[in-house]
């Protein structure tokens, strides 16, 4: 339902009049909603926000807040739901702080005596619903890209690239290796190839629960990969269930060096690379 240019106008009027006692009954009952999560001095900032964008857009001829008019409006929204949302609060507490509007609206027209008052106030319900819903699909918006960016940090911190010796690096992989898990390693370690220089790189699958085609192919693809870049790969941590599963589908990493432990993977690179890795035990005295 849309508000009438009359509406609009008697609006306008409403909010200026009656600000102060509009904007701190409408404080007043956020804030029981919120049961103290928010600061009165905070809420108040917001309301007086929110109610000033009203008046404005009111007072140039509102009547939808897909107005036109309504721009400043919906940009306060915008900010009220994303502010909320990075706070944590949920979506219906943030709704309701727009939706408390009616009640304070409602206490307010009910002192009047005028016969259009509840043909107005059917109006401004309307409007009030819409800026509550606007503010719903602000919120969910701003969550899932927080959502996102946290599951992209936590994809980051899963795949560390972790220098071992000089020219030596390691992938160590723990849990599923899906396509976009499997592209942040491949980024990764050809960062790290770059940055470090290192001629070798050990890719650690001991806590990779199970090895199937699919997982053998991002295998392989971040070894070429890293071939390409100079560098030779040794793939770690073949059970004996992985190397059964490997050969029962037919797998096969080729000329690709494989160990059964991250210990067995770094002596072999260590060979490589002229290291002595035997450890010498002192003689008995006799």
């Known amino acids: 339902?849309?508000?009438?240019?009359?509406?609009?106008?008697?609006?306008?009027?409403?909010?200026?009049?009656?600000?102060?006692?509009?904007?701190?009954?409408?404080?007043?009952?956020?804030?029981?909603?919120?049961?103290?999560?928010?600061?009165?001095?905070?809420?108040?900032?917001?309301?007086?926000?929110?109610?000033?964008?009203?008046?404005?857009?009111?007072?140039?001829?509102?009547?939808?807040?897909?107005?036109?008019?309504?721009?400043?409006?919906?940009?306060?929204?915008?900010?009220?739901?994303?502010?909320?949302?990075?706070?944590?609060?949920?979506?219906?507490?943030?709704?309701?702080?727009?939706?408390?509007?009616?009640?304070?609206?409602?206490?307010?027209?009910e002192e009047s005596q005028d016969a259009g008052t509840l043909r107005d106030f059917v109006a401004y319900s309307a409007l009030i619903d819409q800026m509550g819903l606007f503010t719903f699909e602000s919120f969910v918006r701003t969550r899932e890209g927080l959502i996102a960016d946290q599951a992209e940090q936590l994809l980051e911190l899963s795949t560390p690239v972790v220098k071992l010796w000089e020219g030596v690096v390691a992938v160590p992989l723990v849990g599923t290796l899906d396509s976009a898990r499997a592209q942040v390693v491949m980024e990764r370690l050809l960062q790290t190839l770059v940055d470090t220089g290192s001629p070798y790189a050990i890719i650690d699958i001991t806590?990779?629960?199970?090895?199937?085609?699919?997982?053998?192919?991002?295998?392989?693809?971040?070894?070429?990969?890293?071939?390409?870049?100079?560098?030779?790969?040794?793939?770690?941590?073949?059970?004996?269930?992985?190397?059964?599963?490997?050969?029962?589908?037919?797998?096969?990493f080729g000329d690709i060096a494989t160990k059964a432990s991250l210990a067995d993977a770094l002596r072999h690179v260590l060979r490589l690379t002229g290291v002595e890795t035997t450890s010498r035990r002192p003689r008995r005295e006799s």
């Open 1 to 109: 339902m849309a508000l009438s240019a009359e509406q609009s106008g008697r609006l306008a009027r409403l909010l200026t009049e009656h600000a102060d006692r509009l904007t701190t009954r409408w404080t007043e009952i956020v804030a029981s909603s919120l049961r103290g999560r928010l600061s009165q001095a905070e809420l108040s900032r917001q309301a007086g926000e929110l109610h000033r964008s009203m008046v404005d857009a009111a007072g140039q001829g509102l009547t939808d807040l897909a107005d036109e008019h309504a721009g400043e409006l919906r940009a306060v929204l915008a900010e009220l739901s994303a502010s909320r949302a990075r706070q944590g609060f949920s979506a219906t507490e943030t709704a309701i702080s727009v939706f408390a509007l009616k009640d304070a609206l409602l206490e307010l027209m």
């Open 207 to 252: 806590g990779v629960p199970a090895v199937d085609t699919q997982v053998a192919q991002h295998i392989l693809k971040t070894v070429v990969a890293a071939r390409l870049m100079g560098a030779d790969c040794i793939i770690s941590g073949i059970r004996p269930q992985i190397a059964q599963t490997i050969v029962a589908l037919g797998i096969e």
